[in-house]
């Protein structure tokens, strides 16, 4: 089982930023994906982005080059930057990592934007 450790969401005002992170533990081979969904009430969730072992990264359209994903040195961990925030970003986030195969899903950390 792999366990997701996330943190660093809360309340900021349009055109702040904040940063997350998610840290994985337990029995851990093969880690290979790595990244951050959303999802607000009624809504989908739908892709943050995502960042392979080997560092290719796919972010979500409306992103738009207001956030930064990044792994750690021990690679179990992956960080997202989220500047330029809007009301609009306000959703939970979620960790999810593609572990030998398996995909896992931290519980979620709520990102308020205020306008």
């Known amino acids: 089982q792999v366990q997701l450790v996330e943190s660093g969401g809360g309340l900021v005002q349009a055109g702040g930023s904040l940063s997350l992170s998610c840290a994985a533990s337990g029995t851990i081979f093969n880690v290979n994906t790595m990244g951050w969904y959303r999802q607000g009430p009624g809504k989908q969730r739908e892709l943050v982005a995502l960042?392979?072992?080997?560092?290719?990264?796919n972010y979500g359209e409306f992103v738009k080059g207001r956030f930064t994903i990044s792994r750690g040195n021990a690679k179990n961990t992956v960080y997202l930057q989220m500047n330029s925030l809007k009301p609009e970003d306000t959703r939970t986030y979620y960790c999810?990592?593609?572990?030998?195969?398996?995909?896992?899903w931290g519980k979620g950390t709520l990102v308020t934007v205020s306008s």
């Open positions: 999810a990592v593609d572990e030998d195969g398996m995909r896992y």
């Open positions: 960042i392979t072992s080997g560092g290719r990264i």
